[in-house]
């Protein structure tokens, strides 16, 4: 049996190349799959944002649970973002507010997106966002820098097994996947 040692290093080399180039393409996939997978299930999306307006606030203040806010820049771009606050204490059915900074490090313009993330999964269906960055993709200028408004309340009805919520957000330079009009 004889094969050509240079032959196969060339195909395994071409089937590496392919494996690459293909999980890149998937990571610059993540963010419009997170818009559609926003769309179908509801979640994340401003249509559901009518319901959260018109809720009624009754909040429990017979208990709190703990609100812990991370951020993570995944990937590459330079950025700088964090909470303005790292946690704070709510009464479950009350609205509250956090802000997030963020500032354009790059060195021209560019557009992100922030990609939210709640733990533990069991919490997902009792947090709701009013208003958020992350509903939109965030156009910023070079060096610019802003505080972003989160909008939310914990539904009453989370089971009194949860005490602690981590909303982290995951900041994506998404300008090569959103072309703005006119550029």
């Known amino acids: 049996m004889n094969t050509d040692p240079g032959k196969s290093n060339r195909s395994l080399t071409i089937k590496l190349l392919l494996f690459a180039l293909g999980s890149f393409g998937?990571?610059?996939?993540?963010?419009?799959?997170?818009?559609?997978?926003?769309?179908?299930?509801g979640q994340g999306d401003q249509t559901g944002l009518v319901h959260a307006a018109t809720y009624d606030e009754k909040p429990d203040l017979?208990?709190?649970?703990?609100?812990?806010?991370?951020t993570d820049i995944p990937g590459k771009g330079d950025w700088e973002f964090k909470p303005l606050v790292r946690s704070i204490e709510v009464h479950p059915g009350q609205l509250y507010s956090a802000s997030f900074f963020a500032r354009n490090l790059m060195g021209h313009e560019?557009?992100?997106?922030?990609?939210?993330?709640?733990?533990?999964?069991?919490?997902?269906?009792?947090?709701?966002?009013?208003?958020?960055?992350?509903?939109s993709?965030?156009?910023?200028?070079?060096?610019?820098?802003r505080v972003m408004p989160v909008r939310f309340f914990v539904d009453p009805s989370l089971p009194r097994t949860i005490d602690r919520i981590t909303l982290?957000?995951?900041?994506?330079?998404?300008?090569?996947?959103?072309?703005?009009?006119g550029k």
């Open 168 to 181: 982290t957000y995951s900041f994506y330079d998404a300008a090569t996947l959103i072309k703005t009009p």
């Open 110 to 135: 560019t557009i992100a997106q922030a990609v939210p993330d709640i733990s533990p999964s069991k919490a997902v269906a009792y947090f709701h966002k009013t208003e958020c960055f992350c509903f």
């Open 62 to 70: 017979s208990r709190t649970v703990l609100v812990e806010f991370l």
């Open 26 to 41: 998937f990571g610059f996939a993540l963010v419009p799959l997170y818009n559609v997978l926003c769309a179908v299930t």
């Open 137 to 145: 993709p965030q156009h910023f200028g070079i060096n610019e820098q």
